[in-house]
């Protein structure tokens, strides 16, 4: 079965700082890895996915590693902002099912 | 381009009370999945469907049944409610083929009481 980490369970950053959060998975045999991101009381927004054959996605600020013989994915945000305060959620599988993890708060400070 | 609705946003039921959750997609989406989120637990998958006319058992799928009649629509049933099942609940679909994307509704808040 499936079972996915996130560390650290909540992070708190200055403004402007980069920053990397954790993503452990035990199952290797993975189709993709997807991050996402969720405002309190909202759904979860799609922010990257990697598939299983890539390494690497990027969106702006956005970074993605994949690294599935070790069971590991990052996500790097770079130059923080007091927007990108929020929940972030890793979640990977088979290509019908999704194990999600429990996710990395981040609060961003002015 | 909605996306993925869900019907109710907010709901609170008595125990032993029955209610129907609404999910609606437009982007032709074969597959649609059920997930509830409880603090600290993640979201966890109930049920899910790879086609009209078909569902499967998540992870969670005890005191729920669901059904797909049509592409777009996914119901997910709870016939007597349980304290236990209080919790928000997500809808989500996702392509065929290809990357596989899963993209989320707004969820609803259910509390059981």
């Known amino acids: 079965k499936q079972e996915v980490t996130q560390i650290p369970a909540a992070l708190s950053v200055p403004e402007g700082e980069n920053l990397v959060l954790n993503c452990s998975f035990t199952d290797s045999a993975i189709y993709n890895l997807q991050w996402f991101r969720q405002d309190p009381g909202k759904g979860l927004t799609s922010l990257l996915l990697i598939q299983s054959s890539q390494r690497e996605q990027t969106s702006g600020r956005l970074n993605a590693s994949l690294d599935k013989s070790s069971g590991r994915s990052t996500l790097y945000i770079a130059a923080s902002q007091p927007g990108d305060s929020a929940t972030y959620l890793c979640a990977t599988g088979t290509a019908s099912k999704l194990t999600f993890g429990t996710g990395t708060r981040l609060q961003v400070t002015l | 381009n909605a996306g993925v609705t869900q019907t109710p946003k907010f709901r609170v039921l008595k125990t032993g009370q029955s209610m129907t959750l609404l999910c609606a997609q437009d982007?032709?989406?074969?597959?649609m999945y059920w997930y509830r989120q409880d603090p600290g637990m993640g979201l966890r998958l109930i049920h899910y469907?790879?086609?009209?006319?078909?569902?499967a058992k998540g992870e969670v799928p005890d005191g729920y049944n669901v059904s797909r009649l049509k592409k777009q629509n996914f119901l997910l049933g709870l016939e007597s409610a349980a304290p236990s099942q209080t919790s928000v609940y997500f809808c989500?679909?996702?392509?065929?083929?290809?990357?596989?994307?899963?993209?989320f509704g707004p969820g609803t808040r259910l509390t059981v009481t």
């Open positions: 982007m032709n989406h074969e597959y």
């Open positions: 469907s790879v086609g009209e006319g078909t569902t």
């Open positions: 989500a679909s996702s392509p065929l083929a290809g990357t596989y994307e899963q993209y």
